[in-house]
């Protein structure tokens, strides 16, 4: 069997929720005699982003995904230049004829906020927001910890990659609070956020510190009316 390789740019992406990212510089070329090396650059003004890559196998009547490749797939992908290799002999059983091949780039999930360190005060409102993994498809569950103690579903956000949180009232101050975020088999997305602390919006010293301050009044007031009062007097008079 004669098979022809070349390489194919195409992007499954949704511009509307996406920033410019790309996938450029696509090729392939023989890796031995059963091997083919496809080369490709992940492109993406924001270099901290990653992504999950998968090769497909285009031919004039199937595409496919490539399962008898190694290398540059997979998770966790960063900007810049990589490759991988397919096994072509092992998967020929598929196709004949001339083959083409597309890169499949998914930003992976990221949570933007909280950032390390936060700290949050109960009553005003906080957004978390959060990027990729296909986040805006599914259904995801906000589910509020400490530590790892699960304590309440904050929220179920659809389509969405954001939600502001009114943080209650009432909520016991301390730290170690964080925020899990559950996907559906849609994404599988399930994912942490970095730990904040909940603090009273009015510091406790403040309350404390007009009382202290009244009752070291009230005992100066207290001891300089003793200095004022009259010696005792003498029965003996």
Do not use: C
């Amino acid at each position: 069997m004669r098979l022809f390789y070349q390489g194919v740019i195409l992007l499954l992406f949704f511009p509307a929720f996406l920033p410019a990212q790309t996938v450029s510089m696509v090729r392939a070329e023989r890796a031995g005699r059963d091997s083919v090396r496809i080369f490709y650059t992940l492109e993406d003004p924001a270099a901290e982003r990653t992504y999950r890559v998968d090769i497909f196998a285009i031919t004039r009547t199937d595409t496919f995904l490539l399962t008898k490749v190694y290398g540059d797939i997979g998770d966790s992908l960063k900007v810049g230049e990589h490759s991988a290799v397919w096994n072509a002999i092992g998967e020929s059983g598929r196709f004949r004829g001339p083959v083409s091949f597309r890169i499949r780039a998914i930003p992976s999930f990221l949570i933007h906020d909280p950032k390390v360190g936060l700290t949050l005060k109960r009553g005003n409102p906080f957004t978390f927001s959060w990027y990729g993994g296909n986040s805006y498809l599914d259904d995801l569950s906000l589910v509020l910890y400490q530590y790892d103690n699960a304590l309440d579903t904050i929220k179920i956000v659809s389509q969405s990659d954001q939600f502001t949180w009114q943080v209650p009232a009432d909520m016991t101050p301390g730290k170690g609070y964080r925020v899990r975020i559950i996907g559906t088999g849609k994404t599988g997305i399930n994912s942490f956020t970095n730990e904040f602390t909940i603090a009273r919006k009015i510091p406790l010293y403040y309350i404390i510190a007009p009382a202290a301050t009244l009752l070291g009044g009230t005992a100066a007031f207290l001891i300089l009316r003793r200095k004022e009062l009259p010696p005792p007097i003498d029965p003996t008079e």
